[in-house]
């Protein structure tokens, strides 16, 4: 069965090298010229993987980027002639896997793909035993990968998912960000490790939006983060 790509890019010479790059391998691709066309085309598919340039005239990447991430944990290759730190923290803040900046050799793009659909299905097929994490108006379901506060579920993108999960299963633990970027990216990413900020902002905030009366993650000064310890009680 072929891989199945999605290209999203407002260049149609982008568009078509990558199509030559990605069927010479093999890969299955359609394509999308805005943001709105690469909308429609995810829910009308299932792509194993998405590539998808950040500077767009419609929506740009993040937008979109973000609104899959609503409903699908499909890997995402974010393009961009952008090269800032900050903007790569941004975009994997707000879902993004991984990130290559214009111009990139074929190679390197293949191999970050391949990377991706991998750890994908690794993490797709694994079925870790049922912990269940209980602590005051929050629980944590592994393997059913749910989050509930306050007996609502909470929607959290895939890393937020693991790196909430990560502090949790080691609640009496302090992480740096950089173990906790080599957890949660498995070696495979060798940039900001700042990004780690991003998630834990966007946990907080969503823990807070949801009613917790605690904030789940507490930093730790001049090491990282760890968990926040309310009251833990473990079911298996």
């Known amino acids: 069965m072929k891989i199945k790509v999605l290209v999203v890019d407002d260049e149609w010479n982008m568009r078509n090298l990558l199509r030559i790059y990605l069927m010479k391998e093999g890969f299955e691709v359609k394509e999308a010229a805005t943001g709105h066309e690469a909308l429609v085309l995810a829910m009308q598919h299932s792509f194993d993987v998405i590539l998808l340039d950040v500077m767009m005239p419609d929506t740009d990447g993040w937008q979109v980027c973000k609104k899959i991430r609503e409903r699908s944990q ?135 939006k949801a009613g917790l009366s605690y904030n789940p993650v507490q930093t730790v000064w001049g090491i990282g983060y760890k968990f926040h310890l309310a009251g833990e009680q473990h079911d298996s």
Do not use: C
Not at 112 to 140: D, F, G
């Open 74 to 208: 499909v890997p995402i290759l974010m393009l961009t002639a952008r090269s800032e730190t900050k903007d790569k923290v941004h975009g994997l803040g707000i879902g993004a896997d991984d990130y290559l900046t214009k111009p990139f050799e074929s190679e390197e793009l293949i191999a970050r793909l391949y990377s991706l659909i991998r750890r994908y299905t690794i993490s797709k097929m694994s079925v870790p035993p049922e912990v269940k994490l209980h602590y005051p108006e929050l629980s944590i379901h592994p393997e059913g990968r749910e989050v509930l506060i306050r007996n609502q579920p909470i929607d959290f993108t895939q890393k937020e998912f693991d790196l909430l999960l990560t502090l949790a299963q080691n609640n009496h633990r302090a992480y740096s960000r950089e173990e906790l970027v080599e957890r949660l990216w498995e070696y495979d990413y060798h940039g900001e490790s700042r990004v780690i900020d991003t998630h834990v902002k966007n946990i907080r905030e969503k823990a807070h």
